[in-house]
């Protein structure tokens, strides 16, 4: 394979490195070990004809896919036509190579929970919750806040050690900082569901800046979940944590009270 | 489909018990006027653009009124005395006030000025009644697709981009395209002006993107020959203005909920309830679906056990609708198919609710909602929830069919997220087209008990919501588990105690029923 120089380079690097773990290289998987199938679906902007047809097998080579397959096309009218595509990606990935960035903390339950606040802080924690700026959609900030919760999980509203506080939808990042104020919060939990063109990254970098410019950044735990969050991403736009989907009031109140007793240990 | 057992009389007293309700609420509130419904007013006679700051005329206009002291007599009669007084049209007067070069005054003579802006509003009410008769023959004329009408949605921000995606969607079979709104216009107190290229999460409701998107929907229905309705929402702090606007450029649904506002945008409970009653009455006579926000609160409280809080709110919107003039084939009620998908016989309870709602509103355009909740990355399996949708609301019969994306979790629709939803509701609904006549529900049933049960309910929660009043029950909490305070929320300060000689042409020529 064409990839055996830098094999040999990073077998190298690894023995130079004694705890590196062993190499892990995987590729998409059809039903033979490495055949590297995948599928995918695309539109092209152009009516359908053999040139688009052309056109779609030739974008799926660019990508790294060989013996491409328009196994499905259609014209969509106004100019539009849809494709979909089998092929074999011939890139791989080493896993052993890949750091993951998560939130490093122990997930308790309710009651495990509701006990370590008590214990740690000797009163209640105040969290305050929004969907910030132009997001309408509460589906996210309601699972974790709301007494009820999701998929059985109980809501921050059902723990006895926390004060939650739900702000709803298109909260302005200035009327949550007035309220993290007034309610001494020490937690803020944005939620971020509906996204365009990228918006969600500029509200939730607004609201951080904000929290900094009133110098309250160090003083509170700020999280932010949403279909489209990852730990690494919230980290780089300075949040604490990060939430995506599948992620319960028990994950949060775990973190929030890990992360305060940490910032408190002295 | 054969029908479930449900007891008569039952569904007549909570539709009884609903419509004392909403009449309580409605007599309460014929106290009042607010800005925006006065602005509509303006608006209707005539008065439109923005000022130097792109503040809307009809707010500068309404705004003077209001620091003149003249707003609780009526818009309507200061504005045609002045008219009348200098000869001016209504739009010149607003430029004059807004330009600080005119200062209105309470009329002299007060009988020659409610006769004047009666004229009028007369003249307006001709134009709008002259759009709904377009639209009957040009229905006539091109067609119109068969129900369930699929509702597809375009939310590009930008009215241009909106209408190459809206023209593609009518040719791949959509009946009905709704412009989803920028997020954050449902608070704003005014109408943005003018054609617009850039929202958020969607596109801004204004007069001029609502004529750029009529134009193109009427040009691709005589292309594809079906008459494509357009839809807007008439919600949040100008609903009236909207409905306005829209009855002018001949839009043919609105979302139109009587509490919506109150429950998921916290606008105020009186200004929601006074302006929906104006809204809904522009509407009515002009022909305008309106669309309810039912499904909503299955997004926040559990479909399976608030099904009857869905039912009651209907209840409650239909006689809303009633009082506004609406006539049944204009209540496109909502609800939702949002009912776990791992909860066992979940389908189950699918459709014996959409069958119980079509039973309990015969003639109503029933508006039914995929499912958004319970969406998940997994677009296979989206793509199975909503065929399981699909084939709900045809065996049911619904009437206004939105459809359901598989990426509804993951981004604003694309191009093609669209075309395969139609293609599987059309699937759907060719391949099982006449099932509903041939299947039959089984007496006392798992379906058949499940409707019993939550028509039941309803009528319990009603007698409880009338017994302390609508404003009351929402205080509690009852719908979608969100309590909102009579004093609390937005707008209030836009609502005004109307003075005795208070006087707006409207009601009476748009409630008088000759259309």
């Known amino acids: 394979m064409s990839e055996t120089a830098t094999n040999d380079t990073t077998t190298a690097a690894a023995n130079a490195n004694t705890e590196r773990p062993p190499e892990q290289w995987v590729k998409a998987y059809g039903d033979t070990l490495n055949d590297g199938r995948v599928q995918m679906s695309f539109t092209l902007p152009v009516p359908l004809d053999e040139l688009s047809k052309e056109g779609a097998k030739q974008l799926a080579l660019s990508m790294g896919l060989e013996e491409p397959a328009v196994v499905h096309a259609e014209d969509m009218g106004q100019g539009f036509s849809f494709f979909i595509v089998y092929g074999q990606c011939k890139h791989r990935v080493d896993l052993s190579r890949l750091k993951i960035s998560k939130p490093e903390f122990e997930v308790l339950d309710k009651d495990g929970i509701n006990a370590l606040i008590a214990k740690k802080m000797k009163r209640r924690m105040v969290v305050v919750g929004a969907c910030i700026e132009t997001d309408a959609h509460t589906v996210g900030i309601d699972a974790i806040m709301n007494m009820k919760g999701f998929n059985g999980h109980k809501g921050l509203e059902s723990y006895h050690e926390i004060r939650a506080i739900n702000m709803g939808a298109q909260v302005d990042s200035e009327d949550l900082v007035a309220r993290v104020i007034e309610e001494k919060a020490d937690v803020i939990l944005v939620s971020q569901i509906v996204t365009q063109k990228n918006i969600h990254l500029d509200n939730l970098t607004k609201l951080s800046d904000l929290l900094e410019a009133e110098g309250l950044r160090d003083k509170v735990i700020l999280v932010v979940g949403g279909p489209r969050i990852s730990h690494e991403l919230a980290k780089e736009l300075g949040y604490d944590a990060g939430f995506g989907t599948k992620s319960y009031a028990e994950d949060v109140a775990s973190f929030a009270i890990h992360e305060w007793s940490k910032r408190h240990a002295a | 489909m054969s029908h479930l057992q449900l007891d008569q009389a039952q569904i007549d007293r909570a539709r009884e018990s609903a419509r004392r309700i909403a009449r309580q609420v409605f007599e309460e509130m014929s106290q009042f006027t607010t800005t925006t419904v006065e602005r509509a007013t303006v608006r209707l006679l005539g008065v439109d653009g923005v000022d130097e700051n792109q503040v809307p005329l009809p707010n500068r206009l309404v705004s003077h009124l209001q620091a003149q002291g003249l707003l609780q007599h009526g818009a309507a009669p200061v504005l045609a005395a002045a008219m009348q007084a200098t000869g001016q049209t209504a739009q010149q007067i607003a430029q004059a006030v807004a330009a600080g070069t005119l200062t209105l005054t309470k009329p002299h003579d007060t009988t020659a000025a409610v006769a004047a802006a009666e004229a009028l509003a007369r003249s307006m009410c001709e134009r709008i009644a002259s759009q709904r008769s377009y639209r009957d023959e040009q229905i006539k004329a091109v067609g119109e697709g068969p129900t369930p009408w699929l509702y597809l949605i375009v939310a590009t921000g930008n009215i241009y981009e909106d209408v190459a995606q809206a023209r593609a969607a009518a040719e791949q079979g959509a009946d009905i395209i709704a412009v989803i709104r920028s997020t954050g216009q449902s608070l704003l107190d005014y109408v943005p002006y003018g054609a617009t290229t850039e929202g958020f999460g969607g596109t801004y409701a204004t007069q001029e993107n609502f004529r750029l998107m009529r134009a193109a ?121 949002e009912i776990h998908p791992e909860l066992e016989n979940g389908f189950l ?94 007496s006392g049933g798992l379906i058949e008990t499940r409707a019993q049960t939550v028509l039941a309910e309803t009528e319990s929660i009603l007698a409880e919501i009338e017994g302390m009043g609508l404003p009351a029950a929402i205080s509690k909490g009852t719908f979608a588990e969100i309590s909102r305070t009579p004093t609390g929320g937005k707008g209030l300060d836009g609502v005004i105690t109307k003075a005795a000689d208070y006087y707006n042409p409207f009601p009476q020529l748009m409630l008088s029923g000759d259309q």
Not at chain 2, 427 to 433: A, I, N, P, R, S
């Open chain 2, 217 to 337: 929907l009427d040009e691709v229905g005589a292309k594809v020959k079906r008459y494509i309705r357009l839809t807007n929402y008439c919600s949040g702090l100008c609903m009236p203005e909207i409905a306005a606007m829209g009855a002018m450029e001949r839009l043919d649904m609105m979302l139109n909920d009587s509490m919506y506002g109150i429950i998921f945008r916290d606008i105020n409970m009186k200004r929601t309830f006074i302006d929906q009653f104006f809204s809904r009455m522009v509407n009515a006579y002009a022909g305008i679906i309106i669309n309810t926000g039912e499904d909503n609160y299955l997004t926040t409280a559990d479909a399976f056990e608030a099904a009857h809080t869905v039912l009651a709110s209907q209840l409650i919107n239909e006689q809303f609708a009633y009082i506004s003039g609406l006539k049944p084939e204009q209540m496109g009620l909502g609800h939702a198919f």
């Open chain 2, 349 to 442: 309870w699918e459709l014996a609710h959409a069958q119980l709602v079509r039973q309990v509103f015969p003639d109503a355009a029933l508006k039914y909602m995929p499912p958004t909740k319970h969406m998940t990355g997994n677009i296979f399996k989206g793509q199975v929830q909503d065929t399981l949708f699909n084939i709900v609301s045809t065996v049911t019969q619904q009437n206004i069919h939105l459809l359901g994306m598989m990426t509804e979790a993951i981004h604003t629709p694309f191009i093609q997220d669209r075309f395969l939803a139609i293609q599987n509701a059309k699937y759907v609904f060719g391949t099982m087209k006449d099932l509903h006549s041939e299947i039959e529900f089984k």
